[in-house]
Protein backbone atom coordinates (compact mmCIF):
# COMPACT_ATOMS: atom_id res chain seq x y z
CA UNK A 1 0.00 0.00 0.00
CA UNK A 2 1.49 3.20 -0.98
CA UNK A 3 1.97 5.95 2.16
CA UNK A 4 -0.13 8.80 2.58
CA UNK A 5 2.63 10.96 1.05
CA UNK A 6 3.07 9.51 -1.85
CA UNK A 7 -0.50 9.61 -2.72
CA UNK A 8 -0.73 12.89 -2.33
CA UNK A 9 2.02 13.98 -4.67
CA UNK A 10 0.03 11.61 -7.19
CA UNK A 11 -2.46 14.14 -6.91
CA UNK A 12 -0.57 17.12 -7.78
CA UNK A 13 0.76 14.66 -10.34
CA UNK A 14 -2.48 13.55 -11.82
CA UNK A 15 -3.74 17.42 -11.71
CA UNK A 16 -0.39 18.40 -13.88
CA UNK A 17 -0.97 15.42 -16.11
CA UNK A 18 -4.75 16.02 -16.24
CA UNK A 19 -5.80 12.49 -15.46
CA UNK A 20 -9.36 13.08 -14.44
CA UNK A 21 -9.27 8.97 -13.95
CA UNK A 22 -6.47 9.29 -11.17
CA UNK A 23 -7.78 12.04 -9.49
CA UNK A 24 -11.41 10.39 -9.12
CA UNK A 25 -9.84 7.41 -8.21
CA UNK A 26 -8.20 9.24 -5.04
CA UNK A 27 -11.39 10.64 -4.09
CA UNK A 28 -12.85 8.96 -0.54
CA UNK A 29 -16.69 7.51 -2.21
CA UNK A 30 -18.32 8.95 0.91
CA UNK A 31 -21.12 10.62 1.89
CA UNK A 32 -18.96 13.04 4.34
CA UNK A 33 -16.33 13.95 1.32
CA UNK A 34 -16.04 17.57 1.07
CA UNK A 35 -13.86 19.34 -1.54
CA UNK A 36 -13.19 23.46 -1.35
CA UNK A 37 -11.64 25.24 -3.80
CA UNK A 38 -11.35 29.01 -4.52
CA UNK A 39 -14.72 30.08 -6.80
CA UNK A 40 -17.27 31.00 -4.31
CA UNK A 41 -19.20 28.15 -5.63
CA UNK A 42 -16.65 25.96 -6.08
CA UNK A 43 -17.92 23.17 -3.20
CA UNK A 44 -18.42 19.17 -3.87
CA UNK A 45 -20.12 17.65 -0.90
CA UNK A 46 -20.72 13.96 -0.92
CA UNK A 47 -19.04 11.68 -3.31
CA UNK A 48 -21.73 12.38 -5.91
CA UNK A 49 -20.24 15.12 -8.24
CA UNK A 50 -16.61 14.35 -7.71
CA UNK A 51 -16.45 12.87 -10.97
CA UNK A 52 -18.31 15.69 -13.02
CA UNK A 53 -15.79 18.18 -11.05
CA UNK A 54 -12.56 16.79 -11.78
CA UNK A 55 -13.34 16.08 -15.75
CA UNK A 56 -14.64 19.50 -16.34
CA UNK A 57 -11.25 20.90 -13.86
CA UNK A 58 -8.76 19.07 -16.25
CA UNK A 59 -10.67 19.53 -18.83
CA UNK A 60 -10.52 23.87 -18.09
CA UNK A 61 -6.42 23.37 -17.55
CA UNK A 62 -3.61 23.54 -20.21
CA UNK A 63 0.01 24.31 -19.88
CA UNK A 64 -0.02 23.56 -16.09
CA UNK A 65 3.01 23.26 -13.75
CA UNK A 66 3.61 22.90 -9.36
CA UNK A 67 6.21 24.42 -7.81
CA UNK A 68 6.26 23.25 -4.11
CA UNK A 69 7.32 25.76 -1.54
CA UNK A 70 6.12 23.69 1.57
CA UNK A 71 5.03 19.76 1.91
CA UNK A 72 3.93 18.23 4.97
CA UNK A 73 2.39 15.00 5.29
CA UNK A 74 1.27 13.54 8.61
CA UNK A 75 0.12 10.36 8.73
CA UNK A 76 -0.91 8.38 12.04
CA UNK A 77 -2.70 4.66 11.47
CA UNK A 78 -6.06 5.40 9.65
CA UNK A 79 -5.82 8.93 8.95
CA UNK A 80 -3.08 11.32 7.59
CA UNK A 81 -3.08 15.42 6.64
CA UNK A 82 -1.42 17.29 4.30
CA UNK A 83 -0.42 21.57 4.25
CA UNK A 84 1.23 22.58 1.10
CA UNK A 85 1.69 25.97 -0.48
CA UNK A 86 3.12 25.88 -4.31
CA UNK A 87 3.39 28.43 -7.09
CA UNK A 88 0.63 27.21 -10.03
CA UNK A 89 1.42 28.61 -13.55
CA UNK A 90 -1.26 27.64 -15.87
CA UNK A 91 -3.95 28.74 -18.63
CA UNK A 92 -7.45 28.58 -17.06
CA UNK A 93 -10.18 28.13 -19.33
CA UNK A 94 -8.03 29.73 -21.85
CA UNK A 95 -6.47 32.62 -19.77
CA UNK A 96 -3.00 32.45 -18.37
CA UNK A 97 -2.81 32.76 -14.42
CA UNK A 98 0.44 32.28 -11.80
CA UNK A 99 -0.97 32.12 -8.46
CA UNK A 100 0.16 31.18 -4.76
CA UNK A 101 -2.17 28.14 -3.95
CA UNK A 102 -2.64 27.09 -0.75
CA UNK A 103 -4.14 23.63 0.11
CA UNK A 104 -4.56 21.21 3.05
CA UNK A 105 -6.45 18.20 3.40
CA UNK A 106 -7.25 14.81 5.12
CA UNK A 107 -6.75 11.14 3.99
CA UNK A 108 -8.55 8.34 4.82
CA UNK A 109 -6.89 4.77 4.93
CA UNK A 110 -8.92 2.23 3.48
CA UNK A 111 -7.76 -1.36 2.37
CA UNK A 112 -6.37 -1.15 -0.28
CA UNK A 113 -5.12 2.73 -0.66
CA UNK A 114 -5.07 6.24 1.19
CA UNK A 115 -7.63 8.73 -0.33
CA UNK A 116 -8.74 11.90 0.28
CA UNK A 117 -11.87 12.88 2.73
CA UNK A 118 -10.87 16.59 2.50
CA UNK A 119 -9.55 19.37 0.67
CA UNK A 120 -9.24 22.92 1.18
CA UNK A 121 -7.68 25.28 -0.73
CA UNK A 122 -7.04 29.11 -1.37
CA UNK A 123 -5.07 31.29 -3.09
CA UNK A 124 -1.89 33.45 -1.53
CA UNK A 125 -1.64 37.18 -2.51
CA UNK A 126 1.21 37.29 -4.51
CA UNK A 127 4.29 35.14 -6.54
CA UNK A 128 6.44 37.18 -6.03
CA UNK A 129 9.69 36.57 -3.88
CA UNK A 130 8.93 38.30 -1.05
CA UNK A 131 5.81 36.41 -0.73
CA UNK A 132 7.25 33.07 -1.03
Known sequence: MPN???TVKSY????????????????LP???????????DEVVQGSTDIAAYYRNHVASTEDFSIQFIDLDVQEREDTAWFYTRQVWKLKWQGA?????????GVLEKTDASWRFAQIHASIGVS????AL
Not at 30 to 40: L, Q
Not at 96 to 104: A, G, I, L, S
Open 4 to 6: AHN
Open 12 to 27: FDALVARDAETLIALM
Open 127 to 130: TTED
Open 30 to 40: AAYYVKIGTDA
Open 96 to 104: PEEFVMRMT
